[in-house]
């Protein structure tokens, strides 16, 4: 079982920035794809960006159209962490945030909530001045 656990969160003003990080348990960590979701209320879960395990130690990353340009991906395998840098918030950037693990190796769909294994509990994210 792998738990995944999510930091940061909280109410910034728009054009500002906000880190959230994402830990997730095991040995494992480096080969595991991990993808960034948020769901705003009354809309379903949305993809926002992947870094997607390719073998060895590449990744490939992929984020949604609107977050270009605004939100980073990286990760630290040491520590077994993976970080959403989000800067230029908008308030439709307002959401529940939540990390996903998926610990199989194959090639999957980064954009569909399903195709990953293990979730966060969520953590809010409040763009308003």
């Known amino acids: 079982q792998v738990q995944v656990v999510e930091s940061g969160g909280g109410l910034v003003q728009p054009g500002g920035s906000m880190r959230l990080s994402c830990t997730a348990s095991?040995?494992?960590?480096?080969?595991?794809?991990m993808g960034w979701f948020r769901q705003a209320p009354g809309k379903e879960r949305e993809f926002v960006a992947t870094m997607r395990w390719t073998g060895g130690k590449t990744y490939t990353l992929d984020s949604l159209n609107s977050v270009k340009g605004r939100f980073t991906v990286s990760r630290d395998n040491a520590k077994n962490t993976v970080n959403l840098q989000m800067n230029t918030l908008k308030p439709e950037d307002t959401a529940v945030y939540y990390c996903?693990?998926?610990?199989?190796?194959?090639?999957?769909?980064?954009?569909?909530?399903?195709?990953?294994?293990?979730w966060g509990q969520g953590t809010q994210v409040t763009v308003s001045s």
């Open positions: 996903a693990a998926r610990t199989d190796s194959g090639a999957f769909n980064v954009r569909l909530p399903t195709e990953y294994d293990y």
């Open positions: 095991g040995r494992s960590f480096p080969s595991y794809s």
